[in-house]
Nanobody, 120 residues
Framework: VQLQASGGGLVQAGESLRLSCAAS????????MGWFRQAPGKQRELAAVITSGGTINYADSAKGRFTISRDNAKNTVSLQMNSLKPEDTAVYYC???????????????WGQGTLVTVSS
């Protein structure tokens, strides 16, 4: 499974950005997709994740501002980020949990990071 992310960039506080990610390659099943982020000097943390059944988990700091959506048929996930704050500045990583074979257990997959910078 390969994950290709797009979006990100430099915005001012209060503006919006949309991140998108597509899974490709050999895919047997994808249980969950979403986004983690890593700010400078900090550990990687959950931003938002959605399961194939539609269960969503947001970071507390993202609730009310971020909206995650997923197209199971296309194996894509998007993150709409509104009312961005300087503290949202981070490298955002696309994430998926699944398997590329019925023989193998599910595992975590990571895409390349995309930088989101929010200026004050």
């Amino acid at each position: 499974v390969q994950l290709q992310a797009s979006g990100g960039g430099l915005v001012q506080a209060g503006e919006s950005l949309r991140l998108s990610c597509a899974a490709s390659g050999s895919i047997f099943i994808i249980n969950a997709m979403g986004w983690f982020r890593q700010a400078p000097g900090k550990q990687r943390e959950l931003a938002a994740v959605i399961t194939s059944g539609g269960t969503i988990n947001y970071a507390d700091s993202a609730k009310g501002r971020f909206t995650i959506s997923r197209d199971n048929a296309k194996n894509t996930v998007s993150l709409q980020m509104n009312s961005l704050k300087p503290e949202d500045t981070a490298v955002y990583y696309c994430y998926a949990r699944g398997s590329d074979s019925y023989r193998l257990p599910s595992r975590d997959y990571w895409g390349q990071g995309t930088l989101v910078t929010v200026s004050s």
